[in-house]
């Protein structure tokens, strides 16, 4: 067998996998995200390292066979400031992270972002690890002289198991890596003030491999370990997303977007993500908005209704939800794909003494679904959309998504695709034969109505509208107490 491990946000799973890709098993734990303060999200980075070994082991015993290999894929971006021994030297800081929000408005002002953007092909937002470490830097600088490495989570979890201290390109791409030559480019990092800590950032590697040194993961010592891609090229390889043109739109925490190309075009609007790959001269264009199902969650929470009902909330309102449309952007950090607006905040419009529960959830539902076409236009879509994550388990949603991006979606019913992901890029980089066709298993098309999808694109140009609108209100947001 072979085990994939994907570190999430919120929790952390395994699943073990037979020779031709049929899922054996499954663990998962969940794990803490730590709020410290407002805007501000923090990791337990023993605690993380600490899941993995536990669904590694359980796994095992479960399984009863040790894994040709244990891949490891996981969220991406967010600072993980760790000693030479993999230790952290403060908590990690989430990818949600608002704190370094003031930086990167002054690097929008001066420029600094978008050079950044022309060298690198991508557009910082708060949570990225270069102004999360300016701002560690400002707010804690006894604590970045004492790390050794500014880390990404699989990167850490891989240190601790092997020993071995590397990235991959997917991870290294965002945001300093120069992907036309696959190093680190010097002038981004001087235009950020970060050109003295360049030390922290680690080698990099197509696909980081060792061994495993570390018994509390409860395998064999020896077992060779695989570090990467992180999840959302991961999931992309799960998916089977490959041909140029083709997207992958995962409905998860984030709502992330992906769309294959070979082009690396740097002088449009800065946005969005050029994401390395295991196979030269191919990238993955993504757009990974912070509009996904945590926006949802929040909407059912407001209203005091949970997952289970949505079908049914789904059902009682119509097509438009009466009216109500909603600006999905609520997290802390404000946006980040397609458009970068650390200040962008939610609004529900159209509201009124009718307006029900429903509405409120039909209109946030099809809100997010705005987005995700605004997302996969904005990253070069022409071909080919699969739809994974939490999201896509509700029929009814899936629906509004294919009517609103008026194509044909598909589903997979390949479980847990970045873990799997992982594992066949690991599988790929030892022996390119052994990860066939069949670890892909794409089974249901969800059409769209063509009634339906006239009436979104009506809807699309309206939410395009309210952006605009809002944006110089989102500049001049009301006071708050202090």
Same mark, same amino acid.
């Given at each position: 067998m072979d085990v994939g491990v994907d570190v999430g946000t919120t929790v952390t799973k395994a699943v073990a996998f037979d020779e031709e890709g049929r899922q054996l098993a499954e663990a &998962?734990?969940?794990?803490?995200?730590?709020?410290?303060?407002?805007?501000?999200? *923090?990791?337990?980075?023993? *605690?993380i390292v600490a899941s993995v070994n536990e669904v590694v082991s359980e796994l095992a015993a479960a399984v009863g066979n =040790?894994?040709?290999v244990l891949a490891i894929t996981a969220q991406g971006d967010g600072l993980w400031l760790v000693d030479a021994g993999g230790r952290p030297v403060r908590p990690a800081i989430s990818w949600l992270d608002a704190r370094s929000s003031s930086i990167l408005e002054q690097w929008t002002t001066d420029g600094v972002a978008e050079q950044v953007f022309r060298r690198s092909g991508n557009r910082m937002f708060p949570g990225a690890s270069g102004p999360l470490l300016a701002a560690v830097l400002a707010e804690e600088p006894d604590v970045a002289a004492r790390a050794h490495t500014a880390a990404y989570c699989k990167d850490v979890v891989m240190q601790r198991l092997t020993g071995v201290r590397a990235t991959d390109v997917s991870d290294a791409s965002a945001p300093f890596l120069d992907p036309r030559t696959g190093q680190y480019d010097a002038d981004a990092l001087v235009a950020c003030g970060l050109d003295k800590w360049q030390h922290l950032l680690a080698p990099v590697a197509t696909g980081p491999m060792? *061994?495993?040194t570390d018994p509390a993961a409860g395998l064999a010592l020896g077992t060779?370990? $695989?570090?990467?891609?992180y999840d959302l090229p991961a999931a992309a390889i799960g998916a089977g997303v490959a041909e140029v043109g083709d997207a992958l739109l995962t409905v998860g925490t984030t709502l992330a977007c992906q769309v294959v190309t070979r082009e690396l075009p740097v002088d449009g609007e800065p946005a969005g993500l050029f994401l390395g790959t295991w196979t030269p001269g191919t990238w993955l264009r993504a757009m990974p908005?912070?509009?996904?199902?945590?926006?949802l969650d929040r909407v059912l929470a407001l209203v005091g209704l949970g997952t289970d009902q949505l079908a049914g909330l789904l059902a009682d309102s119509p097509l438009g939800a009466r009216g109500v449309t909603?600006?999905?952007?609520? &997290? *802390?950090?404000g946006e980040r794909a397609p458009f970068?607006? +650390?200040? @962008?905040?939610? $609004?529900?419009?159209?509201?009124?003494l009718s307006t029900t529960q429903a509405d409120l959830v039909r209109a946030t539902c099809e809100g997010i679904a705005y987005a995700a076409r605004h997302c996969l236009e904005a990253a070069g879509w022409n071909g080919r959309v699969t739809v994974c994550g939490g999201g896509a388990r509700s029929s009814e949603w899936t629906q509004i998504l294919a009517d609103v991006l008026n194509s044909p979606l598909h589903t997979t019913e390949a479980s847990q695709v970045a873990a799997r992901g992982a594992v066949i890029g690991a599988r790929q980089a030892v022996d390119p034969d052994t990860a066939g066709p069949g670890w892909?298993?794409? +089974?249901? =098309?969800?059409?769209?109505?063509?009634?339906? @999808?006239?009436f979104y694109d009506e809807g699309y140009a309206h939410y395009l509208r309210r952006i605009e609108s809002a944006r110089p209100r989102w500049a001049d947001p009301s006071p708050i107490p202090g």
């Open positions: &998962s734990r969940p794990t803490r995200l730590v709020r410290p303060g407002p805007g501000r999200f *923090e990791h337990d980075t023993d *605690e =040790q894994p040709g060792g *061994e495993l060779r370990v $695989s570090a990467g891609p908005a912070m509009v996904g199902t945590a926006a909603v600006l999905p952007y609520f &997290s *802390e950090a970068v607006d +650390t200040r @962008a905040r939610g $609004s529900f419009d159209g509201i009124d892909i298993a794409i +089974t249901r =098309q969800i059409d769209p109505d063509p009634a339906r @999808a006239a």
